[in-house]
């Protein structure tokens, strides 16, 4: 017979966030950040030599 609280098989366990992961998630977002920013100071500054 099969064992079914196998290491496998955890249907009700939620997934547990580990640090590295963590970690990860926030240098990805760190850097969606930092390049929005530049994009959003370009478009800002073409928007102020195309005034003048």
Not at 24 to 47: G, P, Q
Request: aromatic share 8%.
């Amino acid at each position: 017979m099969r064992n079914i609280m196998s290491s496998a098989f955890h249907p009700l366990r939620p997934h547990k966030v580990t640090r590295g992961s963590r970690q990860m998630r926030e240098k990805r977002t760190a850097r969606a950040l930092i390049v929005f920013s530049i994009l959003l100071a370009c478009v800002e500054l073409y928007i102020v030599y195309a005034a003048l």
